[in-house]
C-alpha cells in the first residue's frame, strides 16, 4: 500500500506548486487595481476608477486590499454624476433616439435612464427628423440627475420661389399708387370748388356769366374731371392692394420635413 500514498502525496504537492503562482499573480492584480483606483480617482476619471475599485474589492483579493476598495466604492458612486437626456421633435413630443456622448451612443439614454459620467465637459448629439441637435454641458462632481433637453425646432417657411409673383409687394405697390390717386383727387377736388365758389359770386347764373370768366369756367371742369379719376382710380387701386395682401396671407399647402407647417402669415 505504500507505492500509491507516495504517488498521492506527489501529486498534490505538484498542484500547490501550480497553485502557488496563480495565487501570486491574483494578489499582483489585486495590488495594481487597489493603486490604480487613486490615481484614476485623482485624475477624475470616475467611471474607470469605479471599475478598479470592483476588481480590488473582490473576495479573492486580501482582505487588507479589499476593505478599502469597498468604501471607496460607495464615494466614487456618491461623487459620479450623471446626466438624464430629453428629446424633442418640432410638435413638442418627447421621441425616442439614439444619443452619442462624446461620440460614443449610448444605448437607453432617451428612456429616462440617468447616464453617469465622468466631472467635467461631455458633447451630447442626437439626430432627430433629419437634422442633427447637440448640446455641451459641463458636470460638477456629484452633480446627479442633470437634465439636457434637445429640441428640434418648428422648421421655417419655404423660401419665395423666385418664378411665383411677389404678392406682398404688388399689394403694396399699388395700394401707394391707389393712395396717391385718392389725394390727388382730393386735391383737385378742392381746387375745382374753389373756383366754383368763386365763379357762383361773379355768375349768378350760367347766362349771364362774364365772356371773361369762360377760361375759369374751364379750368374748373378740367380739376372737376381729374378729381373724379383721381378718386375713382385711387378707390379701385387701394382695393386691388388689399386683395393683393389677402391673397399672399393665405396659407401655404403641403407640409415641410413631413411636418404640417400650419397658418403662414409672411406680411
Same mark, same amino acid.
Given at each position: 500500500?505504500?507505492?500509491?500514498?507516495?504517488?498521492?502525496?506527489?501529486?498534490?504537492?505538484?498542484?500547490?506548486?501550480?497553485?502557488?503562482?496563480?495565487?501570486?499573480?491574483?494578489?499582483?492584480?489585486?495590488?495594481?487595481?487597489?493603486?490604480?483606483?487613486?490615481?484614476?480617482?485623482?485624475?477624475?476619471?470616475?467611471?474607470?476608477?469605479?471599475?478598479?475599485?470592483?476588481?480590488?474589492?473582490?473576495?479573492?483579493?486580501?482582505?487588507?486590499?479589499?476593505?478599502?476598495?469597498?468604501?471607496?466604492?460607495?464615494?466614487?458612486?456618491?461623487?459620479?454624476?450623471?446626466?438624464?437626456?430629453?428629446?424633442?421633435?418640432?410638435?413638442?413630443?418627447?421621441?425616442?433616439?439614439?444619443?452619442?456622448?462624446?461620440? @460614443? %451612443?449610448? &444605448?437607453? /439614454?432617451?428612456?429616462?435612464?440617468?447616464?453617469? +459620467?465622468?466631472? !467635467?465637459?461631455? #458633447?451630447?448629439?442626437?439626430?432627430?427628423?433629419?437634422?442633427?441637435?447637440?448640446?455641451?454641458?459641463?458636470?460638477?462632481?456629484?452633480?446627479?440627475?442633470?437634465?439636457?433637453?434637445?429640441?428640434?425646432? @418648428? %422648421?421655417? &417657411?419655404? /423660401?419665395?420661389?423666385?418664378?411665383?409673383?411677389? +404678392?406682398?409687394? !404688388?399689394?403694396? #405697390?399699388?395700394?401707394?399708387?391707389?393712395?396717391?390717386?385718392?389725394?390727388?383727387?382730393?386735391?383737385?377736388?378742392?381746387?375745382?370748388?374753389?373756383?366754383?365758389?368763386?365763379?357762383?359770386?361773379?355768375?349768378?347764373?350760367?347766362?349771364?356769366?362774364?365772356?371773361?370768366?369762360?377760361?375759369?369756367?374751364?379750368?374748373?371742369?378740367?380739376?372737376?374731371?381729374?378729381?373724379?379719376?383721381?378718386?375713382?382710380?385711387?378707390?379701385?387701386?387701394?382695393?386691388?392692394?388689399?386683395?393683393?395682401?389677402?391673397?399672399?396671407?393665405?396659407?401655404?399647402?403641403?407640409?415641410?420635413?413631413?411636418?404640417?407647417?400650419?397658418?403662414?402669415?409672411?406680411?
Amino acid at each position: 500500500m505504500r507505492p500509491p500514498v507516495i504517488v498521492l502525496g506527489a501529486l498534490l504537492m505538484s498542484a500547490e506548486a501550480q497553485a502557488q503562482p496563480a495565487d501570486d499573480a491574483a494578489k499582483e492584480a489585486c495590488a495594481a487595481a487597489f493603486e490604480h483606483v487613486q490615481e484614476l480617482r485623482s485624475s477624475g476619471h470616475l467611471l474607470d476608477a469605479r471599475a478598479e475599485a470592483s476588481r480590488c474589492a473582490a473576495e479573492s483579493c486580501p482582505a487588507i486590499l479589499a476593505e478599502p476598495c469597498l468604501g471607496w466604492l460607495d464615494e466614487i458612486d456618491r461623487e459620479t454624476p450623471s446626466l438624464v437626456v430629453v428629446v424633442r421633435d418640432a410638435e413638442g413630443r418627447d421621441v425616442g433616439a439614439q444619443v452619442f456622448i462624446d461620440g @460614443a %451612443p449610448v &444605448a437607453g /439614454a432617451t428612456a429616462g435612464k440617468p447616464v453617469p +459620467l465622468d466631472p !467635467g465637459q461631455h #458633447v451630447v448629439r442626437v439626430t432627430v427628423d433629419s437634422v442633427e441637435l447637440q448640446e455641451t454641458v459641463v458636470l460638477r462632481a456629484g452633480e446627479k440627475l442633470r437634465r439636457v433637453t434637445l429640441e428640434a425646432t @418648428a %422648421p421655417t &417657411a419655404a /423660401a419665395a420661389d423666385p418664378d411665383d409673383p411677389d +404678392l406682398t409687394l !404688388g399689394g403694396w #405697390v399699388t395700394m401707394g399708387i391707389g393712395g396717391a390717386a385718392l389725394v390727388l383727387g382730393a386735391i383737385t377736388g378742392g381746387l375745382a370748388l374753389a373756383k366754383k365758389s368763386a365763379l357762383d359770386d361773379a355768375c349768378p347764373t350760367p347766362v349771364s356769366c362774364p365772356a371773361d370768366r369762360q377760361g375759369d369756367i374751364d379750368s374748373m371742369t378740367r380739376l372737376a374731371h381729374a378729381s373724379t379719376a383721381g378718386l375713382v382710380i385711387g378707390a379701385v387701386a387701394v382695393g386691388l392692394g388689399t386683395v393683393l395682401l389677402l391673397l399672399d396671407a393665405e396659407p401655404d399647402d403641403g407640409p415641410v420635413g413631413g411636418l404640417d407647417r400650419g397658418l403662414v402669415w409672411r406680411f
